[in-house]
């Protein structure tokens, strides 16, 4: 196993020891768009963090690598494949079982040949290779919004960090030679660094309509990662809306608190209020209202959009006390006091 100095593999990528293949994945490509050098430029440690994440990356992506080294840990490379008495040195294809000694690549292989041979370039031969033929795959990202900006719509930019497939490797990570056929006895891809994929910032302008709502997915199309051919999958922008101070928003109704004298409230009257357009109002106060009533202020709460109604907007009535009184104030809510026969203390 590791040193004590020495994070395991399961460390470096940050996942647990029995962590599946996609989440394996996915903490690999997150970690990778932090830490690739194209991203960080003249950062000897960021360069040295991503080897070993592409270290840890190789060998827990591989089923059986993985296993060897849960087995034997960092000493997973000095024991031969196979595990036993007269394993060989070779490894199992489609085409049967090579061996290393009679079964070498001199000159490299073209394997979109093969490829083609095969369910239209899908087929895996156990190479340890992705096909040549990888697709650029649609990617999500959140954008924050307020809720001013959901009632009013606006145009925002945002920044985004792709996978885009390496146009010099076509995904594979490996390295081809000056024939265009892959080198199975070279390095990994000098230009992905055998990701398969190169970091390509995005900046792009996000329309978000008025009356949009938390969740709200929105289609940008072409503005997603790039294949080798630079073919664009979509972005998805799912809009994740910010709490306000004042509103409170339940579909396209909008709510909030208004504060109500107590003799108001008993006698009825009206209070000033302001919506979310910025506009001030009047508004009814009916006598005997009591606290958490809801007042509506018709059409003045979202606007419509793709099948939702326009909303209201809700006055909740908070009725308030005074803390302060004078001895006049006192002593005519003591009349009323006695006159509806309330038992309050005197003094």
């Given at each position: ?178 024939q265009g056929r892959f080198d199975l006895s070279a390095s990994v891809c000098p230009r992905c660094r055998g990701t398969g994929h190169i970091a390509s ?121 005074p803390r302060n009184m004078s001895e006049r104030e006192k002593s005519l809510l003591l009349e009323l006091a006695r006159l509806r026969g309330d038992a309050v203390r005197s003094k």
């Open positions: 196993m590791p040193t004590v100095n020495e994070k395991s593999y399961y460390e470096i990528l940050g996942v647990a020891r029995n962590a599946t293949a996609d989440e394996i994945k996915k903490a690999y490509r997150r970690l990778a768009r932090k830490y690739h050098p194209d991203l960080n430029p003249g950062n000897k440690e960021a360069e040295e963090r991503f080897k070993r994440i592409q270290e840890a990356y190789d060998v827990l992506s591989d089923p059986e690598k993985r296993a060897r080294y849960d087995q034997l840990g960092d000493a997973w490379q000095q024991a031969p494949f196979g595990g036993g008495p007269g394993a060989s040195s070779g490894y199992s294809s489609p085409f049967g079982d090579f061996q290393a000694e009679s079964f070498r690549f001199s000159e490299g292989i073209n394997l979109d040949d093969i490829f083609r041979m095969f369910r239209g370039g899908d087929a895996g031969f156990g190479f340890g290779f992705r096909p040549p033929t990888a697709t650029a795959e649609d990617i999500e990202f959140a954008l924050d919004m307020t809720l001013e900006e959901a009632y009013r719509g606006a145009t925002k930019q945002a920044h985004f960090v792709v996978e885009d497939v390496c146009p010099e490797c076509g995904g594979s990570g490996h390295k081809r030679t000056a910032p995005r900046t792009v302008e996000v329309n978000i309509p008025p009356g949009a709502w938390d969740g709200l997915r929105l289609r940008l199309q072409g503005m997603g990662p790039a294949d080798a051919k630079g073919r664009r999958a979509d972005l998805y922008i799912t809009l994740r809306q910010l709490p306000h101070p004042r509103f409170e928003r339940e579909g396209q109704d909008l709510y909030f608190d208004l504060d109500v004298p107590f003799t108001v409230a008993a006698l009825g009257g009206e209070a000033t209020v302001e919506t979310l357009d910025g506009q001030r109002r009047q508004i009814v106060i009916p006598p005997g209202v009591q606290s958490g009533q809801k007042l509506r202020l018709a059409g003045k709460g979202m606007p419509p959009l793709n099948g939702r109604k326009a909303g209201d907007a809700y006055a909740r009535v908070r009725i308030t006390v």
